[in-house]
């Protein structure tokens, strides 16, 4: 798997860099972007992982936050800038109902082939499952109802607020999870496998240097990937709303995802369920939040208010999924009924 990300990275990056500065076909560019973002996230996600395993769990959450969806936040923010909030909302949406449906789906699937019975932490299960109904069914429907009652401007400040609070709860989380209540909730089983210290692949210094680079090559990368998303869109007929909620939600999380079926494959499920829910609340609570805030400083202001297509099919993936993980324990068909939610949704997006 490294050979092959290798590979892709090598030969991805010297033809984005050439085939933006000679402006080669749209539709071409988007397919090689596309890869080439695919390839920087696996590493970055390497290099993230090797920086928690030498920082420990304090300092490793906080690199998590800050470079976790770094590829998916940077396209964002580009996209923010040329006035693409459709796709913006759309991404986000369309990383919670990946993260918590496609990511968790193909992990629990794949691991409960090999594994007959795939357990992880209850309390901490339970635990992300009032944090999901939060962020998407108060703190995202709430705004979203409310709209049809007031006005533009009112919404926007609604919306502000909102993400105030989202940005102030994570960071509250990410306190009681890794400070006041550490190893509060923590099962004989997680002991067990916590005596097995894992070695990191790469130094500190090397995982930082890497991640700068790679973050800085993602960031050229994805401002020219937004440039294509006009032409994509009248070329193949797809809509904004689908190249938002399919494609680049899956291009920003794609080294979230082979992380994520591979802990499974090795009975760590309750990696695997860190990285599919964490992921879900970062975006949810911190990324969107900050697209938010950040959308001020351009021409076109982003309220929190989705579409209902993509306010619906979040609040199903956060009940499905609840349903799913609220018992501790799952397996392949549990794994299968979530990819199935998502190919169905999946269809209905290209559909619209």
């Known amino acids: 798997m490294n050979k092959v990300f290798l590979i892709a990275t090598s030969i991805g990056v010297p033809i984005s860099i050439a085939g933006a500065l000679l402006e080669w076909p749209p539709l071409l560019m988007f397919s090689v972007y596309c890869l080439t973002i695919i390839a920087l996230a696996f590493y970055m996600g390497k290099a993230t992982e090797n920086l928690s395993i030498i920082s420990g769990e304090r300092i490793g959450g906080l690199f ?19 006035g693409l909030i459709g796709i913006v909302l759309a991404s986000m949406s369309g990383s919670v109902i990946g993260n918590l449906l496609l990511n968790g ?28 109904m939060f962020a998407v069914i108060v703190a995202f ?20 607020w909102a993400a105030i609070i989202l ?40 995982s930082l240097i890497i991640l700068i680079v790679l973050t800085v090559a993602a ?27 399919v494609i680049v939600a899956i291009i920003g999380n794609a080294g979230e995802y082979v992380s994520s079926i591979m802990m499974a494959y090795k009975n760590k499920v309750g990696a695997t369920v860190e990285i599919s829910v964490g992921s879900t609340l970062q975006v949810a609570m911190f990324v969107a939040p900050v697209l938010v805030l950040i959308s001020l400083f351009f021409d076109t202001h982003m309220s929190l208010i989705f579409t209902i297509p993509e306010m619906v099919s979040m609040v199903l993936a956060v009940l499905l999924n609840i349903m799913i993980m ?21 269809v209905g997006f290209y559909l619209l």
């Not at 090999?114 to 299960?125: G, M, V, W």
């Not at 990368?221 to 190249?243: E, R, Y």
């Not at 324990?329 to 949704?345: I, R």
Request: proline content about 1%; charged content about 20%; glycine content about 10%.
């Open 167 to 206: 940005i102030l709860l994570y960071l509250a989380a990410l306190l009681f999870k890794l400070v006041t209540h550490r190893g509060v909730y923590t099962s004989e089983e997680d002991l067990k496998g916590n005596e097995e210290e894992e070695e990191p692949e790469w130094g500190f210094w090397k």
């Open 141 to 160: 429907l709430f705004p979203k109802v409310f709209s049809f009652e007031i006005g533009h401007r009112t919404t926007m400040t609604l919306s502000i």
């Open 64 to 82: 998590n936050a800050t470079f976790g969806n770094a590829v998916e936040l940077l396209i964002s923010i580009f996209a923010l800038k040329a």
């Open 326 to 346: 609220n018992d501790g324990d799952t397996n392949w068909f549990e794994g299968a009924t979530l990819l199935a939610a998502y190919l169905l949704m999946g």
């Open 105 to 132: 789906g193909l992990s629990f699937f794949i691991g409960g082939l090999r594994y007959k019975r795939l357990r992880f932490n209850i309390y901490n299960a339970r635990h992300n499952s009032g944090l999901l």
């Open 219 to 245: 960031a050229f990368i994805s401002d020219h990937l937004v440039d294509t998303f006009k032409t994509v869109s009248k070329t193949l007929g797809w809509s904004q709303m689908f190249i938002g909620i």
